[in-house]
């Protein structure tokens, strides 16, 4: 006859896996998540009408614009100057969009929020891959609520397509690597000669180095020896040559001309050798950061509100690979833990360094992220969890308490309908944090509506307050305004731009010189010129018929003397619009 403590140990046992089967059929059921997304979608839909900042985000469109309105899909100009940093694949996606939808901020942003939704579906499928259906979903929101994911879609630059491409690959290639199917290794090269198209060897190194760590941990090597990579290799050059032959014909074909002081450049040579390791050495760039750990603390903003976790979860995986000896452990992967880990360290040791260099990694560690929750689960680690819930309650409190002090410090209070949204979002934060429901599911539902209410704040109240400061887009208004013609708008020569002018008024404004307006040749032409270059006007004795004055200042490098109203006006600098007068010699 069994003892007391036989029983007791046996029901103990009996309810803990009944409580773990509980929590696994419960956790995030379609009711939690589809909320979720439907809400997510709301905050990038509404990023999509945030107009552009300069510098990257408004440079870029204007230069698909111009491939848009000069039909010519081969060269890439800024500025009128030729352009060799980044491959074709960006440009030409946006200028695709802006022949289907028109000029439009909304327009340009379009490819970069389906590329980022390939990208949710690609992670939510690796995740279900390497660890079951409900990995699958939490990877997805794991990835939609990272606040680097939710600012490349307004912010747009090359890193969306780059990291919705990249994740595709990788899926697709580790779908090869399993299954040993053709038409895997057939999309994973095409996502990553995209990925290639996008950003250069960055799109094809991050792939790599997550296969041959999922390979080498599984050691599949037979997947490498396959006649199947030949095919793919085939793939790859026949995706990759639109780009290659842009570069030809632009660069190759052209060895007079002068990039970065020097004649004689290869644009085929730059994209498939020069351009990774010129970052690398910062040859051609100004070193941004010389701390090998910027990579590493980066992290902490640009995962919020999971960088915790994935600092954990990483942690947590690197010791228990070495506690396995690194010998294979069926329902374990390295790809989103060592992988991660060797692309950290390598582009930890370049010297030229930008933050949203990391986005391409964010789906990979998202799914590390989800394997990690799903991994307490089952290992039925509840106290951990409620630890973790603290952690996330205090962070998001924190950030959450941030963003609304900012933006009704900074700025008027915003239009009622606004506050009542973020009135019904914080009921529904409350609701939650009361209500008694597991508290994995808990920690998920909390993390992803923090992320919403936080960022629909920003995209609806902040953004587009900043954007007022923003002299380019607010010139553009006021000749619409104003019915001046576009077409009679210049800029002054020199290394001044104004992106969002240029894109907003649907046209490359013309620079002339001091010279030609003096002489009147301008007669009643309009001069958009910065505060800087009035200097310039000045001596020269200038009149204007109108002089239209508008507030500047650079607004992705905010502090707190420009956030705070009484300090303000102190720093803002000044734009113009003015209109040349016809005697504009002033007499002695």
């Keep these: 006859m069994p003892n007391s403590k036989a029983i007791f140990d046996g029901f103990y046992n009996y309810k803990l896996t009944l409580q773990y089967n509980i929590s696994m059929n419960t956790f995030l059921s379609k009711r939690d998540y589809i909320p979720l997304y439907l809400l997510l979608a709301v905050v990038y839909l509404s990023g999509l009408w945030i107009p552009l900042m300069e510098n990257d985000s408004a440079q870029h469109a204007t230069m698909a614009m111009r491939m848009f309105l000069e039909n010519d899909f081969l060269n890439i100009y800024k500025g009128g100057q030729d352009y060799l940093d980044k491959p074709h694949m960006h440009f030409w996606l946006a200028a695709l969009s802006f022949k289907f939808f028109g000029i439009s901020q909304w327009a340009y942003r379009i490819p970069a929020l389906l590329f980022t939704i390939l990208g949710a579906y690609s992670t939510n499928r690796l995740a279900k891959e390497f660890y079951g259906l409900q990995a699958g979903h939490l990877a997805s929101l794991v990835f939609l609520s990272a606040q680097a994911i939710i600012l490349a879609n307004h912010d747009v630059r090359t890193d969306a397509v780059l990291t919705g491409a990249t994740i595709f690959g990788i899926w697709q290639l580790v779908l090869y690597v399993n299954h040993n199917r053709l038409a895997n290794v057939i999309l994973g090269t095409i996502g990553v000669a995209i990925a290639f198209s996008s950003k250069g060897q960055l799109g094809v190194f991050v792939p790599v180095i997550c296969l041959m760590s999922y390979i080498a941990y599984n050691k599949n090597w037979k997947a490498i020896w396959n006649w199947k990579i030949i095919i793919a290799i085939i793939t790859f050059a026949l995706a ?27 644009g085929i040579r730059f994209i498939l050798w020069d351009q990774s390791f010129n970052r690398l050495t910062a040859s051609g760039f100004t070193q941004t950061s010389p701390d090998y750990f910027f990579f590493f603390h980066t992290l902490l903003w640009a995962f919020l509100p999971w960088s915790v976790m994935a600092y954990l979860a990483l942690y947590s995986k690197i010791k228990f690979f ?47 992220v989800a394997g990690y929750i799903i991994n ?213």
């Design 240 to 266: 990759i040559s639109p780009v290659l032959y842009s570069y030809y014909v632009q660069f190759d074909l052209h060895p007079e001309k002068i990039i970065h002081g020097q004649s004689n450049v290869s």
């Design 322 to 368: 070495i506690e396995t000896k690194f010998k294979y452990q069926s329902g374990s992967e390295a790809l989103s833990s060592i992988g991660f880990l060797i692309i950290m360290i390598v582009i930890s040791s370049s010297k030229f360094k930008l933050p949203h260099y990391l986005n391409s990694l964010l789906p990979i560690l998202s799914v590390l």
């Design 376 to 588: 307490l689960l089952e290992t039925n680690k509840i106290k951990t969890i409620k630890i973790l819930m603290v952690i996330q309650y205090v962070l998001l409190s924190l950030g959450s308490s941030f963003v609304l002090f900012i933006i009704l410090w900074s700025f008027p209070l915003p239009h009622i309908a606004w506050l009542i949204c973020d009135l019904i979002l914080i009921s529904i934060l409350v609701y939650i944090i009361i209500s008694k429901i597991d508290s994995a599911q808990k920690l998920v539902l909390i993390s992803v509506y923090f992320m919403v209410f936080i960022n629909f704040s920003l995209n609806t109240q902040f953004y587009p307050r900043l954007l007022q400061f923003q002299a380019g887009n607010n010139a553009a208004l006021l000749i619409n305004k104003q019915n001046i013609n576009p077409n009679d708008v210049f800029m002054l020569s020199g290394d001044y731009n104004s992106w969002s002018l240029d894109f907003y008024t649907n046209r490359l404004t013309p620079k002339i010189n001091v010279e030609t307006v003096s002489e009147n040749k301008m007669d009643s032409k309009w001069l958009f010129v910065y505060e800087d270059q009035m200097k310039e006007l000045s001596a020269k004795n200038l009149q204007w018929s109108k002089k239209i004055e508008i507030d500047h200042y650079r607004i992705t490098r905010l502090n707190l003397k420009f956030l705070n109203p009484n300090t303000r006006d102190a720093i803002l600098k000044k734009a113009y619009l003015l209109q040349i007068k016809k005697t504009n010699i002033k007499e002695e």
